[in-house]
């Protein structure tokens, strides 16, 4: 048995080499190798632009992982990361007041030691809203750096001293930037001061009883953090928290989340296109292996061994093609790099051995996917084929030949798209876009039947090919239609979708926000907007409230398991009201309220509803001063947090909320030069609080940017892809046009004329599948703007002049450069062969 | 060696082959009886359509008949599954089609190792070296199948069909598709080699001069056999 197999696989080996050296499967195993190297340049690339993302992210938040509690963090916490080669940085953070002369004012102190942050720099300017440079220090002892409103409420300057419990310091800077006050902090109220930890304990200040939050930033390798969080996570005791990137900012959030999916689009379109190349490859090496089967069968091997030959024969070249194809991703990811890193500042770590399998397993699964159906088929050959051919025929293109092959290309389509969602509707847009294709390019080969008499003489011949065949004439228009759809896609739409992103953060986004506005300030400060020949901002009603109950329920932190909802429900919520909802908000269901509406309503953001368990119609019931405030939710809202404009979680319809003391918010955009109108601003309202976001919302930007970049050439791959499904779609039929060719040509048709007709025909072909690619294309980009990536779209008609013009031309152009042996072939050979 | 001449190695009985058209049920063979002894030839003649290539294809196990029974040597062809008239093929059947069936893909000394491959034969590439030089192809080992005239394509097909050392040796109009004068020659060359290994030949022809080389014709009309007429002595 064993010496059976052993020579059936030196006999798959030597078929596979002499198949190779006669050329059978130059066109099959290109297809694999580029799909495998397209597949794994792409993995290894979005895994560094992955990996390089999060980092950014992770300046945000000064570390890879911060521990946050109300006592003193364990020593054990440091030697464990020691132990794992991770940094770290202990600071205590609290409020206090702080005085100098009479004045004194609530402060955020922080006391940090040195390194600090791990990720990302503080930044600071010498003098009020003057230029700031990053440093990679922090306060000598005896002295510290104070935000910039500081100096106003206590009326102090840059080298001016104040008093921090028992101890003085002397001011050295204006602390400008903070990357981890960045993070979930943005609207902590009180002014920074902050400190060398050696001093904390000079100033007295804390005691048992004092409100003090002590954080550990640590940072490291990637697999160290996360080995280190797996570590001390179970341990974590109450009132202490562990945050990595996944919980921080949602603005950075949703920007990363934004370029995942991007980019998983684009690596996962390569897979779809792969297999498609793929499919039509093998079928036609199968095709032409038909006799081959039944000659083998007739000299005396078994089903069982010529199937084991097949199959070992497609394992070997899956292997092959997979290895060489990863060595060229991997080859083509540096090239990448080199191209992006020459135009951006844009370090990549190195990336994971996790592509290789992915791209192995992707050419070996695509392929087995769609080869294995007719490979199934070769066992039923039967060897009665080799005295009458027409026996044994693979089955025309039917759903049980493709049907395995989709299964799995879905499977690896959502694999690759990490997210079911993102999968699910490119699944259901390709799956829609083909019976489109199909029903269209039907209906559209109709019409040209009836329009071809007024046709010239070759055009005539070439159309009137394609009608004589509509099967296997709307077989193609589907291929150079898919083919034509994920090019117009990934050009015209793509170029749509990253410009809607990009202007979902419009140059003139808000980077300043005030807070702490009083309501008799709101007049005043409106006035002073237009004074200095600003646009007034909207001003937003604030209160502070916390949430007792949902529908008569009172509700606990602890009722909660995620670690989301445990928070929020710690903290105090903004509430607001308005009329009308915010332009940028979009309700996803209920009812915005009318102004006829007597009964209080809520209005939630739909992912805190779905973190605490909101529904509609429920009652929500919040604490304010000590009283009880209770209202239906009547309508649930998405909320585009990337925007920077200001939002909130809960909105009170008008009347609900207006007894209560209110401030108010806004946020608005300052040009970089215009800084002393902040300055002017401050002494005129001096207890407004200013908040820059101006560096948060630049590291938004930058995101946005290098993955627009990244997505580029990403792009690069899916088009070598599209054109291999094209030419592979072009090369399935070459054989049959052979034939064609030459009894034409053997009936006295000249060559001049074939190749005419060939044109006709292939030009006829592009511009159809041009046509209803660009339909298809319209459909799946509104489709993944509206519902995926939560962007405007706007029709464009580009879509139709490039795919119908481009579609006729290039297809055209490509189909007779494939079939130009076809006129050239000498009739006797192709008569001899068959 | 030749064993003793009247030993029949293929037996047919009561063999019938009807399959369904649209017109109604098509009778292809009807109740055929027959005995090929080893060593013979024998030559099947007949009309275009009289059913002699399903004949052929029956005996050699590549079909299977409606009634009746085949046996090969000693064995019940049609008691075996598909398998078992393949590894029966392997031992002891030879092929030769008119239209050559070499595999395209392959040199010309690789489709003669095939069926020894096929059979995990040891010394396989030696054999089918001196296979291929016996009938006059030692210069044309690796080149492709396209790039063989019809005659020398068929001259593989000879030498890949007795690389195995057939007992029996079916042949499909194997001048079907030549010329006359190569015709001739691959004639010879088919005798010549069937006397140097003994076997027994069954072939199917439209080619006289052909079957006159046969020891016997065996002729079909509308499926029935209507004589068998001995001819000269090979």
Known sequence: MSRQLAATVRMSWRMLRRDWRAGELRVLSLALVIAVASVTSVGFFTDRVRLALENQANTLLGGDLVIISDSVLPAQLSSDATALGLQYSTSVEFPSMVMSGDRSQLSSVKAVEHPYPLHGELRIASERFAPDRGVASVPVPGTVWVDVQLLDQLAVNVGDRLMLGEAEFSIVAILTHEPARASGQLFSIAPRVLLNLEDLERTALITPASRVRHRMLFAGDVTAVAAFRALVEPDLQAGERIEGIEEARPEVRSALDRARRFLGLAAMVSVLLAGVAVATSSQRFIRRHLDSCAVMRCVGGSQQQILSIFMLQMLWLGLLAGAVGCLIGFAAQYVLVEIVGSLADFALPTPSMLPVLFGLLTGLVTQFGFALPPLLHLKNVPSLRVLRRELGALPTRSLSTYGLGFVVLAALIVWQAGDLKLGFYVLAGIVGALVLLAGVAFLLLKGLAAFRHHLFAEWRFGVTHLIRRPLSSVAQVIAFGLGIMVLLLFSVIRDDLLQAWGNSLPADAPNRFLINIQPDQVAPLTAFFEAEGITAPDLFPMIRARLLEINGESVLPNNYENARAQRLMERQFNLSWAEDMQTDNRLTSGQWWSASDEEPQFSVEEGLAKTLGIAIGETLTFTIEGQRVSAKVTSLRSVEWDSFRANFFVIASPGLLEPFPASYMTGFYLPAAEYQILDKMVRQFPNITVIDIAAVMAQVRRIIERVTLAVEYVFLFTLIAGLLVMYSAIYATLDERIRESVILRTLGAGRRRLLNAVIAEFITLGALAGMVAALAASLLGYLLATHLFQLEYHFNGWVWGLGIIGGGVGIGLAGVLGTRKVVNYPPMQALRES | ?234
């Not at chain 2, 010549?192 to 002729?219: F, K, W, Y």
């Open chain 2, 1 to 234: 060696m030749v064993e003793n001449i009247s030993r029949p190695v293929v037996r047919v009985q009561g063999l019938s082959k009807r399959v369904m058209s649209p017109e109604g049920e098509l009778v292809l063979l009807r109740d055929l009886n027959l005995e090929i002894n080893n060593g013979e030839a024998v030559a099947i003649v007949g009309a275009s359509g009289s059913g002699k290539s399903t004949l052929l294809g029956i005996l050699a196990g590549l079909d299977v008949p409606t009634e009746g029974k085949v046996w090969l040597d000693n064995d019940e062809l049609f008691a075996l599954d598909e398998d078992g008239r393949a590894a029966l093929r392997q031992s002891m059947v030879g092929f030769i089609f008119q239209s050559f069936q070499l595999l395209p893909n392959l040199t010309a000394l690789e489709n003669v190792m095939l069926p020894l491959e096929l059979a995990g034969a040891a010394q396989v590439e030696p054999q089918a070296r001196e296979m291929l030089a016996r009938v006059g192809l030692a210069e044309r080992l690796h080149h492709y199948p396209k790039q063989l005239s019809g005659g020398e394509q068929q001259r593989v097909a000879i030498a890949r069909a007795f690389v195995v050392r057939p007992k029996i040796l079916f042949a499909d109009e194997p001048t079907g598709n030549l010329d006359s004068t190569t015709g001739e020659r691959i004639i010879e060359l088919l005798f010549e080699m069937n006397r140097e290994q003994g076997a027994t030949i069954v072939l199917v022809t439209h080619d006289d001069a052909l079957a006159r080389r046969c020891s016997r014709s065996l002729r079909i009309d509308a499926g029935q056999l209507v004589a068998q007429p001995l001819t000269e002595a090979l």
